[in-house]
């Protein structure tokens, strides 16, 4: 058994999502198995160490379909070495995107189908590779991989924001602001209703005069013609 | 007597001064506010569909509060410059009317603003888009909206694409969540309107999808529209308090 194990890859939105994960590709840890085809093995965590290497892929006992009800442990995504080029260049992504496959899901005329994972897990997968039947090489069994669940919609809530500080500050402000003129506009009425305004600030003597004047010279000016 | 004359005169030129200015500010005011009602932003329908817009009730408000500050000022300075009582009273008391109706407006953008989390937009877009029987036309608006949103702004549901995954919607009961981790117009798309690399939106591979969220291209014009309203409301109420305690003092010094 080697010791390395399948990891997840780094620095991908979509690494995990509901129902699929995204795997580093096996490279320059198969050394010299020219032959080979390379497995996945996918299990629920509970479920791995009960996994028999010697389960052959392709059959009813690690078809896809019945996982993990019937099954408990299933195998996909075979490629042979040569898919798998070492040393890796630089700048490639090379990923397996484990449940990618969505139109194999129900069809169980093909069960090493890449289908999309049936709940969050958690999972355990490990790289077996196959010379005919006979297993010849294996890494360890990954860390527990868990998916992500969706929350339900409504759990989000839609409360206000609460107050902000400017609102706030525009409310109260302008209501004492309402609130003084509508008492000096009070003031003023009351104060000054009884026409008792005027007398003792801003008195305009000469204007006061000339009017005087003015309504004795028309009562003249009518009296004249009369 | 000369003094208190001088005072007069005084107090008459900073009348006509204050009422000038707020002739002026309530032609601006109804300018601004013709410029947010007839401008609608591209995320207007959401906007509408929240049933939150009460930045356009008080936007409304303003452009007839603007043109009545304005008609009000000329009324001022003619009372002031013949120091008529009834001219001025009549001017106090319908201005203190306006003052109101402003204040209501301001009060109504602030108070909008506040109401308009990243929650509510989250929720109508999970609920709304691509909703596979669509209620009624607005649902269509929802989806249009946020797809033109999203292509333009190059951006992906409220907070990021992860909204698709966190949450349950009803874009996921139509799609697998293996074939659209999230949709398609978050992943970066040629002149057709395809995406460039399915493969690698679908994994989130950077430079291939949109990773930021939508809020802030949402909110920015939404928000700049709803302030202006309110703070610009808020400095003309402000200096028209000051005009109108000069008109009272003034109209309470006036003979008989």
């Known amino acids: 058994e080697l ?9 991908l939105e979509g690494v995990t999502t509901a129902t699929t994960f995204v795997l580093e590709q096996p490279r320059c840890i198969f050394g010299n198995f020219s032959k080979a085809v390379i497995w996945l093995v996918v299990a629920l965590d509970k479920d791995a160490p009960a996994f028999n290497n010697s389960a052959e892929p392709g059959t009813p006992e690690t078809a896809f379909q019945s996982f993990p009800n019937a099954v408990s442990a299933y195998m996909t995504l075979n490629a042979t070495l040569a898919s798998y080029p070492c040393p890796k260049p630089a700048g490639d992504i090379t990923v397996l995107r484990v449940g990618s496959e969505t139109s194999c899901a129900t069809d169980v005329s093909r069960p090493t189908c890449n289908g999309p994972l049936p709940g969050p897990g958690p999972y355990r997968v490990k790289f077996l590779a196959l010379e005919g039947s006979v297993p010849v090489a294996e890494t360890a069994w990954s860390a527990p991989i868990t998916l992500r669940t969706a929350k339900p919609l409504s759990s989000i809530s839609t409360a206000g924001g609460g107050h902000s500080a400017g609102m706030i500050a525009i409310t109260s402000i302008l209501s004492i602001l309402l609130a003084i003129l509508l008492a000096a506009l009070v003031a003023m009425l009351f104060s ?28 003249d000016q009518a009296a004249a013609r009369l | 007597m000369a003094k208190s004359d001088d005072c007069m005169h005084i107090l008459q030129g900073l009348l006509v001064f204050g009422n000038v200015v707020i002739g ?49 000022s000329i009324l001022g300075i003619i009372g002031v410059i013949k120091a008529s009582r009834t001219l001025l009273l009549v001017y106090i008391i319908l201005m203190l009317i306006t003052f109101a ?15 308009l989390t990243p929650n509510v937009f989250l929720k109508q877009m999970l609920e709304r888009y691509q909703k596979s029987e669509p209620n009624n036309n607005s649902d269509n608006e929802v989806t249009k909206t ?58 989130g591979v950077s430079g291939y999808y949109n990773s930021n969220g939508c809020y802030d291209a949402m909110s920015g014009p939404v928000n700049a529209h709803a302030w202006g309203v309110a703070w610009f409301g808020f400095a003309i109420l402000c200096w028209t308090f000051c005009v109108l305690l000069g008109t009272m003092f003034y109209w309470s010094g006036i003979e008989y």
């Open chain 1, 3 to 11: 010791g390395t194990k399948p990891a997840l890859t780094q620095d």
């Open chain 1, 192 to 219: 000054c209703g009884s026409d008792s305004c005027g007398s003792s600030t801003f008195s305009k003597p000469e204007s006061v005069s000339v009017q005087r004047y003015n309504t004795h010279h028309v009562y």
């Open chain 2, 24 to 72: 002026m500010c309530g032609i601006a005011l109804t300018a601004e506010c013709i410029y947010v009602v007839s401008n609608p932003h591209g995320a207007y329908p959401l906007l509408k569909a929240t049933e939150s817009s009460g930045i356009y009730a008080a936007a409304w408000i303003g452009i007839f509060v603007g043109l009545a500050l304005f008609a009000l």
């Open chain 2, 101 to 115: 109706f402003e204040m209501a407006s301001s009060i109504t953008a602030a108070t909008n603003q506040d109401s």
């Open chain 2, 146 to 203: 946020w797809d033109e949103l999203m292509r333009q702004n190059h951006c992906c549901g409220v907070n990021g694409p992860s909204d698709w995954q966190n949450y349950t919607s009803a874009f996921r009961s139509t799609h697998s969540d293996a074939d659209y981790p999230w949709p398609r117009a978050c992943c970066v798309l040629d002149a057709k309107g395809l995406p460039v690399n399915l493969d690698g939106c679908k994994l």
